[in-house]
């Protein structure tokens, strides 16, 4: 596809449990990023990937949340033992270049119950 | 630490009004601005990029300007129309680092 996309869209979990949420950057962008966005707050950074490795996530928030991007493309974002305060939407975006343009995906919005 | 301050919070015009959304930041010290488009539900849309060097962009109805000496930009909308109606993201890539630090937005509707 054209654009970023994510994968669940919606995703309902019960507290304690794992839960992994996909980002399919645009083709040939190598910069790669995590935001998560409450309600009525801007997004707030999470993890940066430059190709396939890490390259600041000072923004996760405890070592429950952790990330890859094994190939330099598809990248996933892993919650260990849920909280109702990961509850978010957790957007995507990807680059050209690491200070480019980023664009969006569509978000993929986590309930924990 | 960056922030990014966004005024007004919420704003209602008529159709037809020409605008001015209002973006601040703190630390002079960065690569570029980018202004977003976010309507309900869902992701952001990018609207204008401006790099530190520039003095300011424009899409179509829109026009962006940067005043990185003074930590401030404007997005200017001509002409309102209904379909503008959204929230919008002012937010800045600092120097040091390449994540975006986002304002909370400016929700923005237009009265047909």
């Known amino acids: 596809g054209a654009g970023v996309s994510q994968t669940p869209s919606n995703k309902v979990t019960e507290k304690g449990k794992y839960v992994e949420l996909r980002c399919d950057p645009i083709s040939g962008h190598t910069a790669l990023y995590w935001y998560r966005q409450s309600l009525g707050q801007g997004p707030e950074f999470l993890i940066y990937?430059?190709?396939?490795?890490?390259?600041?996530d000072s923004g996760l928030p405890n070592d429950r949340f952790f990330a890859v991007r094994p190939e330099g493309s598809v990248s996933t974002l892993k919650i260990q033992r849920t909280e109702r305060g990961d509850s978010a939407v957790y957007l995507c975006a990807s680059s050209l270049k690491s200070t480019g343009e980023l664009f969006f995906g569509e978000g993929s919005r986590l309930t924990v119950l | 630490k960056q922030e990014v301050t966004q005024i007004p919070a919420a704003l209602s015009v008529p159709e037809g009004e020409n605008l001015v959304l209002n973006c601040s930041f703190t630390?002079?010290?960065?690569?570029?601005l980018q202004w977003f488009r976010q309507d309900p539900g869902k992701g952001l849309t990018s609207l204008l990029l401006i790099q530190s060097s520039q003095r300011e962009q424009t899409s179509g109805r829109l026009n962006a300007s940067l005043d990185k000496s003074s930590g401030r930009s404007t997005l200017y909308i001509a002409a309102s129309q209904p379909g503008d109606s959204a929230t919008y993201l002012c937010?800045?890539?600092?120097?040091?680092?390449?994540?975006?630090?986002f304002g909370s937005g400016t929700r923005l509707q237009v009265q047909p």
């Open positions: 937010a800045v890539m600092d120097t040091g680092r390449r994540a975006l630090t």
């Open positions: 630390d002079s010290a960065i690569y570029n």
């Open positions: 990937f430059q190709g396939t490795g890490a390259a600041d």
